[in-house]
């Protein structure tokens, strides 16, 4: 029922920032709970943060809180995360995921619908 389309990612020197988006489809955009992960090569999925339907809420993890912002535009169907601050570590495939559960979740089987996934690197 929903699509999921990232965009914004790039080549960032460390410390620098960048900001990506994702695109949603359809109607009911504020009813799903809005998350992003991420997973470099050779690496499991992770999560990076969760942002509630109004956007009243938010969820980061612990290895990048205060230095990433997410927030949604529901006007738009769009969710945005804004990366300051970046470290080489910080590189991996950005994926855009959401939900129909109630609660903000950072378990990536929680979540039933996808994007692509957008590339950010950051060099040292």
């Known amino acids: 029922q929903v699509q999921l389309v990232e965009s914004g990612g790039g080549l960032v020197q460390a410390g620098g920032s960048l900001r990506l988006s994702c695109a949603a489809s359809g109607r009911t955009f504020s009813r799903y709970v809005m998350g992003w992960f991420r997973q470099a090569p050779g690496k499991e999925r992770e999560f990076v943060a969760a942002i509630s339907g109004s956007g009243g809420s938010t969820y980061y993890a612990d290895s990048v809180k205060g230095r990433f912002t997410i927030s949604r535009d529901n006007a738009k169907n769009t969710v945005y995360l804004q990366m300051n601050s970046l470290k080489p570590e910080d590189t991996a495939i950005y994926y855009c995921?959401?939900?129909?559960?109630?609660?903000?979740?950072?378990?990536?089987?929680?979540?039933?619908?996808w994007g692509q996934g957008t590339q950010v690197t950051v060099s040292s």
């Open positions: 995921a959401a939900t129909s559960r109630t609660f903000l979740s950072r378990t990536y089987y929680e979540y039933d619908y």
